[in-house]
């Protein structure tokens, strides 16, 4: 249920149900001016119909009153009565004191109101009158009042109960049509939702796994060269393209790698040979002997590099097994506190109880290694340097905090690009590439890295998605 609830609101939230809630509204209110035509329209084609109908039959009255006077007139009014089946045709002769002398009214209607509409022969007026035991609610009238003579006064009307019956159709078919309507446009609009979404979700699981690395990935498409085909054919174009650039440039990377590590390892080689040779006394034993440290960090930036290649070319991990993180950390402290007890840094860990996950444990230790080397790098004597770990339902996070110098919030997201280093002058101890290392560890993990103000010093976390049972 949940799950569905889900989906719905997914839905709803997406730009092509918002459009298609456009288009529905956009026809409603074509069937509200469809149905505002046909209502108008009907009802003054009725409303025609009866003036016409009154028309007639007081002509006929008129005629009569010529031929044969007031008497013929009472005469022929209870003759159209009595014709009435429906009791819809509404008579009344009065004299010039309104007093009755033929007709289905029992008295003048003195609250008639009168139209505007422009009749030589009288007057077009509207009133009610009391309606009978089926329908007790009060009838509408539209009449005509003709003066004959001067002694004689004529009413002939119709009322319009088949006016609102017809009304009322109209108005429930409206109501019905409308409902009807917004509810199939809704439907239309999750069916055409859906489909365009299944469509974008294939295009977004493809984009999703080629972040993660798979640059081999390709978005799949149909045979139907819709415009989502079309889309998909031009992004696997791209990155077919950017597949061949990036494998380019990694694989010119890693041959200038291999190609001076090899010479560089021989040349220590060498020079180490050459000093094994030489007396303590002798002053070019200083100079060779700090010749082959600079070349083993070279060799060393060498192998990072590589490394980090090897890592960012990788898209599926197939070693992970699970790991005890609280062991990891522990051996770690254990291996720095006697370079951190030359610093006069203490390291100190929160973390007691087994943090088991899915992992590759070399890879780990190298990741939290070149944290806490960084962290040691750059932090004061007398400094410290706290582990401690967050469990939730879905995850565990590793934080490992400083009262260091830390990093200043507009460079925290360059870190952990290749070579960058936040002194210019580049000569701390390092070459740039320890959190490049780390990013890449991170990425295979799926860990998310944050960086935060520890105030003072950096706040580092690593949340791992995935908690194994210890």
């Not at 509404?90 to 309104?98: D, F, G, Q, S």
């Amino acid at each position: 249920m949940r799950d569905m609830e889900s989906k719905l609101a997914r839905i709803v939230k997406t730009f092509t149900f918002r459009l298609a809630l456009i288009y529905v509204g956009l026809f409603s209110l074509s069937v509200i001016f469809l149905f505002a035509f046909i209502y108008t329209f009907e009802m003054n084609h009725l409303e025609q119909q009866i003036a016409d109908s009154i028309r007639m039959q007081y002509s006929y009255l008129i005629d009569e009153y010529k031929q044969s006077g007031s008497s013929g007139v009472e005469i022929r009014i209870k003759e159209l009565i009595s014709d009435d089946s429906e009791g819809n045709e509404i008579y009344m002769l009065v004299n010039t004191k309104y007093e009755k002398l033929a007709g289905n009214l029992s008295q003048w209607p003195t609250s008639s109101v009168k139209e505007g509409v422009f009749e030589k022969e009288g007057n077009w007026v509207r009133f009610h009158i009391e309606g009978t035991r089926a329908n007790p609610k009060a009838i509408e009238v539209k009449a005509i009042i003709i003066p004959l003579s001067r002694w004689r006064y004529l009413l002939v009307g119709q009322s319009l109960q088949s006016n609102e019956r017809i009304e009322q159709t109209i108005v429930q078919t409206f109501w019905a049509s409308l409902i009807l309507t917004i509810f199939m446009a809704f439907i239309g609009a999750i069916v055409m939702t859906r489909s365009v979404m299944k469509r974008i979700n294939v295009i977004n699981r493809s984009a999703y796994t080629i972040i993660h690395g798979n640059l081999s990935v390709r978005i799949p498409f149909t045979q139907g060269g819709d415009e989502f085909d079309e889309l998909s054919s031009n992004l696997n174009e791209m990155l077919d393209k950017i597949e061949s650039l990036l494998m380019s440039l990694s694989q010119f990377a890693n041959n200038i790698a291999h190609d001076l590590r090899s010479p560089l390892n021989r040349i220590i080689n060498r020079l180490d040979a050459g000093l094994r040779t030489m007396d303590d006394s002798n002053p070019a034993r200083k100079i060779l002997e700090k010749n082959i440290h600079d070349m083993q960090e070279l060799v060393g930036t060498f192998n990072s590099i590589l490394k980090i290649s090897e890592l960012e070319a990788t898209t599926e991990f197939r070693s992970f097994e699970p790991c005890d993180l609280h062991s990891v950390v522990s051996n770690l402290i254990e291996l720095y506190e006697p370079y951190a007890a030359e610093k006069d840094i203490s390291i100190t860990s929160d973390i007691t109880a087994p943090l088991v996950i899915y992992g590759e444990k070399n890879l780990l230790t190298q990741a939290f290694a070149n944290l806490l080397d960084n962290a040691m790098k750059f932090i004061q004597k007398g400094g410290h340097i706290r582990l401690s770990s967050v469990l939730t339902d879905t995850s565990t996070t590793i934080i490992i905090a400083d009262d260091g110098p830390g990093i200043p919030a507009e460079f925290r997201h360059k870190v952990f690009e290749k070579f960058f280093r936040l002194e210019q002058s580049r000569n701390t101890k390092g070459n740039g590439l320890g959190l490049s290392l780390v990013a890449a560890i991170a990425r295979i993990h799926n860990i998310s890295i944050t960086l935060e103000d520890n105030n003072p010093g950096l706040r580092v976390e690593l949340s791992f998605p995935q908690v194994a049972n210890a």
